[in-house]
C-alpha cells in the first residue's frame, strides 16, 4: 500500500514539536536546578551568620521564650487549675532559655581570665575557642595579640642582654685602664662614672632574669636577720623581732632589694629628723621587711609610678641624687618574684617600702 506524502510530513511535524518540548523541558529542568541550588546557598549563608551572630541567637532565645509563654498563658485561661501547672512550665521554659544563653555567653568567662592572666604579664596563656561564633573570633584575637606581644617582648629582652653583656668586657677593660691613671680627682671622678655604668648594666641584667619567668631564682632557707645585719652602717638603725621564722628566699636577689632600699632611704633622708629604720617583724608565717626614712616623701600622684623602670618622681634630679630609676624597680621585680608584693607609701615625714616574704 503506498504511503500518503502527507503522512510522512505530519510524522516530521510531530517529531519536532517532540524534541522542542523536550528541549524546553530541558531548558526548565535546568533553571529549577540553578534556583533551587542559588536558594540553597542563601540558606546555608544566612544560616552560618545566624550562628556567628551572637545578638541574632540571643533574640530568636527571646521569642521562642515569648511565643511560648503567650501560648501557656492562653492555654492556662480556659482551664480552672491552669495556674497549677502554668506556673511551673513557665518556670520550666525560663530555666531552658536562661540555661541556652548561659551556654552562649559562657566563653566570655574564658576571655576574662584570658585578660587577667595578660594583665599580670603571662602572655603564655591562651584563651579556649569554645564556640565558632563572635566571642569565638574575639577568643582568636586575643590569642594572636598575646603571641605578638611576647613576641616583641622577647626581642626585647633578648636585645637587652645582649647589650648589656657585649657592654660589660669593654668597661671591664675601660676601669682597669682608669686604675692606672695617676691619683686625683679625675681619677676618682672616671672610677665613680665607671662603677654607675657598671651598676645600671648589672640592674639591667638582674632586671631581664628576673622579668623572665622568675626562672633564675636559687631558693634557700635564709636568716633575714642576718641579712638585715650586714647592713649596718651609719644613719640606719634596726629594729629586728626575736625568734623570727626561717624563709626559702634567694639570698643574693634579697639582698640586692635590701641594699637598694637602704641606700634609697639614706639618699632621701633628713637626718635631722631621725634615722633611716630598718624592720623586721614576723606577719602569719612569713616576715614583714620595712625601711622608712624622714625624707620630703613622694608626690601623691607619682606614687603609681613608683617601681616602674627608670621612673624618678623629680625628672630634674641627677644620677648623684635621684639614680636612673632601676632600684625600685629590681625591688619589685624580686618581691614579686618570690611570690610578695612591693608596697610603697608617704609615712608623713617621710617615705616607707616594705615587702612580706613568706
Known amino acids: 500500500m503506498k504511503q500518503h506524502p502527507y ?26 536546578w540553578r534556583v533551587r541550588h542559588r536558594w540553597h ?19 530568636a532565645i527571646f521569642i521562642v521564650l515569648a511565643c511560648t509563654s503567650s501560648v ?19 518556670l520550666v521554659v525560663t530555666g531552658f532559655a536562661f540555661g541556652m544563653i548561659r551556654h552562649m555567653v559562657w566563653p566570655l568567662h574564658a576571655l576574662a581570665i584570658g585578660a587577667e592572666a595578660f594583665r599580670r ?10 564556640h565558632g561564633d563572635e566571642i569565638g573570633d574575639l577568643a582568636v584575637r586575643f590569642n594572636q595579640m598575646a603571641a605578638d606581644i611576647q613576641a616583641m617582648l622577647d626581642g626585647k629582652r633578648a636585645l637587652l642582654l645582649a647589650i648589656s653583656h657585649e657592654l660589660r668586657s669593654p668597661l671591664t677593660r675601660a676601669r682597669l685602664h682608669a686604675e692606672l691613671v695617676g691619683e686625683g680627682a679625675s681619677r676618682d671622678a672616671l672610677l665613680d662614672e665607671l662603677a654607675q655604668m657598671r651598676d645600671l648594666i648589672t640592674a639591667l641584667l638582674e632586671s631581664e632574669r628576673l622579668g623572665s619567668g622568675h626562672s633564675a631564682l636559687q631558693l634557700s632557707d635564709c636568716d633575714l636577720a642576718a641579712l638585715a645585719r650586714e647592713q ?44 633611716v629604720q630598718l624592720s623586721l617583724a614576723r606577719e602569719g608565717s612569713g616576715v614583714r621587711l620595712t625601711v622608712r626614712d624622714f625624707g620630703p616623701g613622694v608626690p601623691a600622684d607619682s606614687l603609681p609610678q613608683l617601681g616602674q623602670p627608670f621612673y624618678r618622681p623629680d625628672e630634674a634630679r641627677t644620677r648623684h641624687g635621684g639614680g636612673v630609676g632601676l632600684g625600685l624597680c629590681l625591688c619589685r621585680l624580686v618581691a614579686e618574684a618570690h611570690g610578695g608584693r612591693l608596697e610603697l607609701r608617704n609615712a608623713e615625714p617621710g617615705f616607707e617600702a616594705s615587702v612580706r616574704f613568706a
Open 72 to 90: 501557656i498563658l492562653w492555654a492556662c485561661m480556659g482551664s480552672p487549675y491552669g495556674l497549677l501547672w502554668a506556673v511551673p512550665a513557665l
Open 7 to 32: 503522512d510522512h510530513r505530519w510524522r516530521e511535524r510531530w517529531e519536532r514539536k517532540k524534541a522542542k518540548r523536550a528541549r524546553r523541558m530541558g531548558r526548565d529542568w535546568d533553571y529549577r
Open 232 to 275: 649596718a652602717q651609719p644613719g640606719l638603725e634596726l629594729h629586728v623581732e626575736p625568734d623570727l621564722p626561717v624563709v626559702q628566699i634567694d639570698r643574693l636577689r634579697v639582698q640586692l632589694c635590701l641594699r637598694n632600699l637602704v641606700q634609697n632611704a639614706l639618699r632621701h633622708n633628713d637626718a635631722t629628723r631621725g634615722p
Open 41 to 59: 546557598q542563601r540558606w546555608h549563608h544566612q544560616h552560618r551568620r545566624f550562628k556567628h551572630s551572637l545578638g541574632a541567637r540571643l533574640i
Open 121 to 130: 604579664g603571662e602572655f603564655s596563656h591562651r584563651v579556649p575557642v569554645i
